[in-house]
């Protein structure tokens, strides 16, 4: 049972431009939502997250934005970097009024940013 | 100050035998979350443990898997007569305390392999 979808399992983009991932899920208890970077033969890295109190998070190049009613989130790189190319991974998780931190996590979209 | 550390990084075992992962969290962390990667997917969870306690073992196979985080020393997440079925990417992640919004920090993983 797929709580958390990453329905676009890959995306190109020119180095310079905006890149865009999106990511989908069905759990209305999810009010914590981040964003991990992994590397080939590395452990993911967080870049960024959101509570659902809020419908926008920004720092520096990346910003996430979650719209609640629609529950969908996205995360956007701009300007896109060569360095950039990596798999992203949308995970969301209950925060408040757990104490367990267990992340569910989407299959991952690989970003390739090209000169 | 050292990152999560994870051994073996490559682990090559024979149907039937035993698999040993272990994995030290980062200083001052004492919370361990286990999470499986099979190809072409995202991360599971699969079991959250504090020292010398299980808190979460909900996303763990009920036969074969067991995991411990002992006092001293670190978290080692066992696996029985393991099968083909069991190859994939095994991540470990620790944390200052049990929520998603404390940032959960990832090792690099052991890549089982079962022939």
């Known amino acids: 049972d797929q709580q958390v979808k990453q329905n676009s399992p890959s995306l190109s983009v020119q180095e310079g431009r905006i890149s865009i991932l999106n990511c989908d899920y069905t759990n209305s208890m999810f009010d914590y939502f981040l964003w991990y970077k992994k590397y080939p033969a590395e452990g993911p890295t967080f870049l960024i997250s959101?509570?659902?109190?809020?419908d926008k998070n920004e720092d520096g190049r990346f910003t996430v934005f979650l719209n609640k009613s629609a529950k969908h989130l996205s995360l956007h790189i701009v300007p896109s970097q060569p360095g950039d190319s990596a798999v992203y991974f949308c995970?969301?998780?209950?925060?408040?009024?757990?104490?367990?931190?267990?992340?569910?996590f989407g299959r991952g979209t690989q970003l390739t940013v090209w000169p | 100050n050292a990152g999560v550390m994870q051994n073996p990084r490559h682990l090559v075992r024979r149907r039937g035998q035993e698999a040993r992962l272990r994995c030290s969290p980062m200083?001052?962390?004492?919370?361990v979350y286990w999470y499986r990667q099979l190809p072409e997917e995202g991360l599971k969870f699969m079991v959250y443990?504090?020292?010398?306690?299980?808190?979460?073992e909900s996303g763990m196979p009920k036969e074969r898997f067991s995991a411990e985080f002992p006092k001293e020393g670190p978290s080692i997440l066992r696996i029985q007569q393991v099968v083909r079925g069991d190859s994939a990417a095994y991540f470990c992640a620790s944390s200052q305390a049990g929520r998603a919004s404390y940032e959960q920090y990832f090792g690099p993983g052991t890549r089982l392999t079962v022939t």
């Open positions: 200083k001052g962390h004492s919370h």
């Open positions: 995970a969301a998780s209950v925060d408040r009024g757990s104490t367990l931190g267990r992340l569910y």
């Open positions: 443990l504090q020292k010398e306690n299980i808190i979460d």
């Open positions: 959101i509570s659902s109190i809020k």
